[in-house]
């Protein structure tokens, strides 16, 4: 059973970047084929998927993070990273890390919660 952990600061102030980092125990993030990706949800707005790095290191991302997002993982230590730039109050949310095993879609996780996912960490962005 995987378990995922949220850490980093809760408060960032405007134009700088938001560093996330996720810890998975209980299973390899390595392990084929699974994704594991980050997601958000912004007071009074829905889930929004952010990006995923897959177990081979690839990564994809959304068309609307895309020019200021990154997230990379560091496989000896079973975590991976959501850095986001330029963060503006906007982008004051919960934020999830979560596993998308085989057969799992992006869409059916921010329709149903399907897969693996941690707690949440609530970052503001405020000066």
């Known amino acids: 059973q995987v378990q995922l952990q949220e850490s980093g600061p809760s408060l960032v102030k405007p134009s700088q970047t938001l560093s996330l980092t996720c810890t998975a125990s209980?299973?390899?993030?390595?392990?084929?084929?699974?994704?594991w990706t980050w997601f958000r949800q912004a007071p009074g707005k829905g889930l929004e998927w952010i990006g995923y790095?897959?177990?081979?290191?690839?990564?994809d991302y959304s068309p609307s993070f895309k020019s200021r997002v990154s997230i990379y993982r560091d496989t000896s230590k079973n975590q991976f990273t959501l850095k986001l730039r330029s963060v503006t109050p906007e982008d004051t949310a919960m934020y999830y890390c979560?596993?998308?095993?085989?057969?799992?879609?992006?869409?059916?996780?921010?329709?149903?919660?399907?897969?693996?996912w941690g707690q949440g960490t609530q970052v503001t962005v405020s000066s």
């Open positions: 790095v897959t177990y081979s290191g690839s990564t």
């Open positions: 979560a596993r998308a095993p085989t057969g799992v879609t992006i869409a059916s996780m921010l329709a149903d919660h399907s897969g693996s």
């Open positions: 209980g299973r390899s993030i390595t392990t084929e084929y699974d994704l």
